[in-house]
């Protein structure tokens, strides 16, 4: 794959000790290194509090990055990479501590500078503060901002007022790896780079939709940060809406990132809100506890490291969206998140309705087309038709087109997190969030929380390993449907 090297940038990685950054944006970058894409002079500076030297930081760096990329691991590419790397300790909250930070930017002016905030979102607004006053705010800096941000309207609205007081709209990038991935933007291809499929993505053609996050791996080390957060908002408050709005969204006039942002806000702000009853209705909240993890023993949530013994977080959502405009009216689209599932599986389902008129006999009765979408772990798209069974008679049964896109493509595809850290240096907003998606995505979520508050709704145990609580299925039959997975 060829590759433009990039102009020279620095990157702040602050949180630069903690997991996101060692596991996932350092070997995105290293990667990025390998392929060619990061000049020389570039520089990649962690920022944290822990006492370390620069060479404490590389060799955890190291380690973390080793362990990672395994094989992809190679300690003379990793040499040419450590040189670009530095630690600098900061406290985010000690103003004074930013001025160490601020000596290593001497002479770097004119230079592109990325700050990514990978630390707890209410830290956002002072770290904003702190940098500015040290006059590390350039007009060539943007700020990267993990997810959740906040932890409901309220709290997201005065961090991105916060932010807003220090860096433009053009340089705040809300990030969503979700938006990252391969198969996200595959489905972009999907449905505007065919017009076979456009006609068809409408109620009266599309029965119901599906998609499914599901995750096997537990809360693993983020008991602290999971256990204040849940399912809602770790995972459905931004990738689930993210990539229902993808699936639902009005053709954008052209891929100019406003352009596809409008039109994903559209869909956001037509959602039908949930509130008070409907969340007994419409939506099941889980837990999981002990059971097994690829045939091995898991505890439950309650017996994770740092998880209060009566937590009443969630670990499993399944909702029951409706979508209030002309396209859509009618057409239930059914979420489900969870961790400690069957399996790791991210897919989107469209049923599509049956024929009107059946003329065959001996048809399977409600068998209808099908579209399955599967963005992890492989990347496929299989649509399943009705065929004539060989022999006598008019038999029909269906049967599968396939294509198996890591198989069309022999390329390997960039990491979620290599595509959109190259993309804040490139200044490329389109796979990002505006503040605007993410104050519509709570005021969506937030009614939710009330309402599991209002009526005391405790999450329902399901075993781990399983597919969530029974009532994520009775949530689904209500309507005559089931989960893919459990046709
Ligand atoms: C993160 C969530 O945003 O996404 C995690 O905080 C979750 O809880 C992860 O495990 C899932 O991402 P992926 O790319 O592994 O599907």
Request: contains cysteine; glycine residues 6%.
């Amino acid at each position: 794959m060829k590759v433009t090297v990039l102009p020279t940038f620095d990157m702040v990685l602050l949180g630069g000790t903690g997991d996101l950054v060692t596991r996932k944006l350092l070997p995105a970058l290293y990667r990025r290194h390998v392929a060619g894409q990061i000049s020389a002079d570039s520089r990649i500076i962690g920022v944290a509090r822990t006492d370390f030297s620069r060479s404490d930081y590389l060799s955890l760096s190291q380690k973390t990055c080793q362990a990672f990329l395994k094989e992809e691991f190679d300690l003379a590419h990793w040499e040419a990479f450590a040189v670009l790397l530095d630690y600098i300790k900061v406290d985010a909250e000690i103003a004074s501590d930013y001025a160490r930070l601020a000596a290593s930017f001497t002479h770097r002016a004119e230079v592109v500078r990325v700050f990514f905030f990978s630390t707890a979102s209410d830290l956002f607004a002072g770290i904003c503060e702190n940098l500015n006053n040290a006059g590390l705010v350039t007009n060539l800096s943007r700020v990267v901002l993990e997810k959740p941000l906040g932890h409901d309207m309220l709290s997201a609205d005065f961090i991105n007022h916060q932010v807003g007081r220090v860096f433009a709209e053009r340089q705040i990038y809300r990030i969503d790896h979700y938006l990252g991935k391969e198969a996200v933007q595959n489905l972009m291809a999907l449905r505007f780079g065919n017009a076979l499929f456009e006609p068809l993505w409408r109620r009266g053609l599309i029965k119901h939709v599906q998609i499914t996050v599901a995750e096997e791996l537990g809360v693993e080390r983020r008991g602290h940060f999971y256990d204040k957060t849940g399912a809602l908002r770790d995972m459905v408050q931004n990738h689930l809406l993210q990539l229902l709005c993808i699936m639902a969204m009005e053709p954008p006039a052209s891929s100019d990132p406003d352009a596809v942002r409008d039109e994903k806000l559209k869909v956001l702000r037509a959602l039908k809100p949930l509130r008070g009853q409907d969340v007994l209705t419409k939506t099941v909240r889980g837990q999981y506890k002990a059971g097994a993890a690829g045939g091995v023993a898991v505890p439950g949530y309650l017996n994770e490291t740092n998880i209060a013994p009566d937590s009443t977080t969630e670990t499993f959502v399944a909702l029951k969206v409706e979508i209030d405009t002309w396209r859509w009216a009618g057409v239930p689209f059914y979420l489900r998140t969870g961790k400690r599932l069957q399996d790791r599986v991210t897919e989107l389902v469209v049923t599509f309705d049956e024929v009107p008129h059946p003329i065959f006999e001996n048809s399977p009765s409600h068998t209808a087309n099908e579209l399955l979408i599967r963005l992890q772990p492989d990347e496929s798209i299989t649509l399943t038709i009705l065929a004539k069974n060989p022999g006598e008679g008019m038999r029909l049964k269906p049967v599968s087109l396939g294509l198996d896109l890591g198989d069309s493509f022999r390329t390997p595809s960039l990491d979620a997190y290599e595509r959109l850290l190259m993309d804040t240096v490139k200044g490329n907003l389109t796979l990002f969030m505006r503040r605007d998606e993410v104050d519509a995505a709570w005021r969506w979520i937030d009614p939710i929380r009330a309402g599991w508050e209002q009526f005391d709704e405790k999450p329902k145990i399901y075993v781990a390993g399983s597919w969530g609580p029974a009532a994520s299925s009775a949530l689904i039959s209500r309507d005559g449907f089931s989960w893919h997975d459990e046709l």
